[in-house]
């Protein structure tokens, strides 16, 4: 895992895989009567796909009767949409102030260091996306890392180290 | 006025009514009469009066009216069109309409509680209620706002997890005195718990009635949805939580109009944060006057704060408003962890400031704090000690903030983006000595020129720390030295031997192998091994590297 590279602007070109937009349709249908409803559906469509194809932005734009500039304004604004697909493993780690104090960069640091991947970059295999983010909100830990679900608090460089020799073993399907 | 006239109607000509159509209503009322020939039909003779202002012209057009059998009966938001339902309720009927009396009731218990808001500006909330009350239409919404964006602020998500019935009932009560009936609960999405529990507790309220069409059969409407975040700070103000929900980039807009008047949709809207909401329930259940005997002066009550960083027990801790920050920290939180000395607590988030040693008495209230520089904000305190570099909390905050500016408006994108190259130039040692003077008069200019509150207050923490720390700033630019020793560039990378108590602590910290010990021995550090992550910095209890 360690030699994996972080994916770059050549993969990215790589052909789009035609994607099945029943999911994508029925998130719409669900909430097509709601007013002030583009971020609801986006956000569904992020929960069945994992991230925001383009065809489903194309789809959303005709079916709510928005511009695709207007999708992508909002795709872009806010931290939690992403464009790209996303690992299997979502490594977050808090840089809110209490962590920050408690030495939060070093954990950072040290994730980018043995995952090679920086924020916000998945690596090339999928496994592991990595984030740093403002605050989870459970700073009497502090500092905090999650995997996907699990918290893992008082963090320490060694933590990093197991943590990532835990995950490496873990099945790549959910 | 005729001494035998048994049904008077009084209605406000004052300017306030006036202008929100008291000659209408008027013109209405003695069409209504004389088409119902309303005094043969109940016998008495009715008068139609004006009279001057009576001071409550926020729920002008007031409408007063006098019968032998009911009394006096005020009547607000009279608009024409309602005057003939009053007329034969109200006077043929003789029965009071019971929804119109309601509403200011209400918004006087929450305004004599002295309820404060407590997502951070501190606007009283009865106030807003009534603001947004008074505004004419009669679409409305009501939202909390639990996008809690402060990093080191978690009492809302507390709150959203262990009791979200109260939110639902300060929001319904809320809803009920200003006449809205949606409500949206605006959660960010990193709390994927509070989210679930919020809509739990929303279904269960549908399921018995207590949400939906004539709630309880009180002929009241109230429906309640939550809005889920999608990751972006500046969501919290209100304006740009707005746009969130209708499903925009979350950007601010230019205040006035304010949301009371002009908010969610075009809609009179009334925000109010989490904690706020939370509040209500016991000022109706135990009373305005009990609520406003808790507190100070000017804050009533309790708040919550969120007290971690550098100390002892971390977390949450309610306390009466005007306990010294002294005594949160050292009699409830017990003091600083691992025996070192206290520094200042940074009080506010990042639109906050910090308070130093010497003024550990301030009080914690909304106008105590603002006078020492900080704020209530939405009430972390993060404890600091004597490892923590004030510069590099600067630039922590700065750093954060310009991350998450939206870039609407010029002084908060650029002025931020400038401020932060000037920090970082000093904690890596190329600080210049006019830097200090360049940092206050941007600050001053961006907290003027920006349009919403993330830009005027994201310069508090540089400005705030300058104030009292001083001495910091000019160790990092005149000697090139981090007093704190934080700012890793600035660090020499060494043991001090006379502070060594050869416990080999710093050992078993360091994850690279770096530190030579043996027992009984003073530790060395190899510095061409070190990878400078300050892991041993940290285990060292007697402050033995440098």
Redesign the interface.
Known sequence: MSNATAQNSETEEKVEEPIDLTAANAVIDKYLTL??????VL?GIQDEYGYVPKPTIELVAERLNVYPS?IY??LT?????HLKPRGRFIIRVC?????????AT?IV??FFDKLHIGHAETSADLRYTFEK????????M?PLAMVN?ATYGSM???KV?EIIADYNQRPMKK | MSENAAIKILICQGTGGVSMGAKEVEAEFVRVIAEKGLSAVVGKRCDVIKTGCRGLCANDVLVDIITEEQGRVTYDFVKPEEVENIVNEHIVNMTILEKRKAKPYYNTFVKKSGLRGRGGGGFPTGMKWSFCAASPGKLKYVICNAD???????MD?SILEGDPYCIIEGMMIAGFAIGATYGYVYVR????LAIERLQMAIDVCYEKGYLGKNVMGFGFDFDLRI???????VCGEETALMA????????PRPRPPFPAVKGL?GKPTNINNVETFANVRHIILKGAEWYASLGTETTKGTKIF?V???VKH??LVEVPAGMTVRDVIYSVCGGIANNRKFKAV?AG?PSGGCIPADILDTPVDYDSLIKAGAMMGSG?L?V?DET?CMVD?AR??LN?TRD?S?GKCVPCRIGLKAMLDILEKITEGRGEASDIEKLLEMGTTIKKASLCGLGQTAPNPILSTIKYFRQEYEAHINDKRCPSNCCKELLLWQVIPEKCVKCGACLK?C?VDAIKWEKGQVAELIKEKCTK???CY?ACRFMAIE
Request: hydrophobic residues 35%.
């Open positions: 007013h002030g409803n583009l971020m609801p956000q207007q304004g909002v604004f806010y931290a939690q949409f840089v809110g102030t209490a962590c920050h104090v408690q030495g070093r640091e040290t983010v403002a605050c989870l909100g459970a700073c009497g502090a679900d320490t460089v060694q180290e | 809690e964006g402060d990093p080191g602020a978690f998500r999405a990193e709390y994927p809005k889920k975040g999608a990751g972006a700070f969130s929900i209708e499903g925009e980039r979350g950007m949709w969120a971690t960083g550098k971390t977390g940074q988030g972390g993060v600091m923590t909390v922590f905050f954060f998450e939206c910290a994850p992550c300050k892991s940290d």
